[in-house]
């Protein structure tokens, strides 16, 4: 189990590599281990989700890309078909600032 220090330890890190330049694109595998949740928000349809990779794994397989999973995780988002950009769902990684 992972205290809550570590947790947001790990996102910290996560979310650096996701932006390095040049950083192929990581899948549920690359952070299999490292990783224990994934924490998914919508701004726009004020919903918050939390998933284990794990589970995301079993549900998806390990070379499901990160940046695929908030699209996954909000198929039923009711903002999910809107015509204005400005009513679109928003759903992304939460910031942990
Ligand atoms: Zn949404």
Redesign the pocket.
Same mark, same amino acid.
Request: glycine share 8%.
């Given at each position: 189990m992972s205290k809550p220090d570590e947790l947001v330890e790990d996102h910290a890190r996560l979310r650096a590599e996701l932006m390095r330049p040049g950083r192929e694109i990581i899948t549920l595998g690359d952070i299999d281990g490292r990783v224990t949740w994934l924490e998914i928000e *919508?701004e $726009?349809?004020k $919903?918050y989700g939390r998933f284990a990779v794990a589970r995301l794994i079993e549900s998806y397989g390990r070379r499901f890309t990160l940046p695929s999973v908030p699209w996954a995780k909000?198929q039923d *988002?009711?903002? $999910?078909r809107a015509n204005s950009e400005f009513d679109r *769902?928003?759903?992304r990684f939460k910031d942990r600032g």
């Open positions: *919508c $726009r349809c $919903r909000s *988002c009711p903002h $999910r *769902c928003g759903a």
